[in-house]
């Protein structure tokens, strides 16, 4: 990028909707080298964002260099999600990281690390979240509406690509009345 238009500068930025889109940024130039096997870091925050990597317990920060999820504060956080108290109280907390007793923090669901030079990498996903075309797609969310179908005893959701190369997300339905018998947790590896 940098030697057929120097001019321009190209970040990798980072981000979920609930922290105001970008949270943490990483600019490639002079610390990674395209085509180097290395993943693209997610960076570090931005001013007025905060980046934590706790356990599972979501209430300790892991020890450098160990995966956490990763949790953003700072001014960007969101409120919560409208009409949704449930979902709003298992994402958002209270930020026990700052004195602001107002400050709350966004549970991403992504895995990230620090690196030796300071930067998030992102390992993966705490959840079965994924994404297709742009859109975050719970799982778990479409397989139990699948299941609320008459005559449906379980659902598996997943992306698959199609004919054309395109992924799309596929279902996959068990009557009701064999659903007893099948062992989902196969159909899921």
């Known amino acids: 990028w940098s030697t057929v238009h120097p001019e321009i500068r190209w970040l990798n930025g980072y981000g979920p909707t609930e922290t105001t889109v970008t949270c943490t940024s990483f600019d490639p130039r002079g610390h990674y080298e395209v085509g180097s096997g290395r993943e693209l870091p997610i960076g570090r925050p931005l001013p007025n964002a905060r ?9 300790n920060l892991v020890p450098d260099g160990a995966a956490g999820e990763l949790w953003i504060g700072g001014t960007g956080v969101a409120l919560g999600y409208l009409g949704m108290p449930e979902l709003t109280a298992e994402r958002f ?19 990230c690390r620090w690196s030796a030079d300071g930067e998030l990498e992102y390992v993966g996903r705490t959840d079965r979240q994924i994404k297709l075309r742009g859109h975050r797609i719970e799982p778990g969310h479409v397989e139990r509406r699948l299941e609320q179908l008459e005559g449906v005893g379980q ?7 199609g004919a054309s190369g395109a992924d799309r997300l596929v279902g996959w339905v068990v009557p009701a009345e064999s659903a007893a018998t099948l062992d989902t947790h196969a159909l899921r590896e």
């Open 155 to 161: 659902a598996f959701v997943s992306i698959r690509s």
């Open 51 to 59: 980046a934590y990597l706790l356990d599972r317990s979501g209430q």
């Open 93 to 111: 907390r209270v930020d026990p990281f700052v004195e602001d007793p107002g400050a709350r923090m966004y549970r991403t669901g992504d895995r």
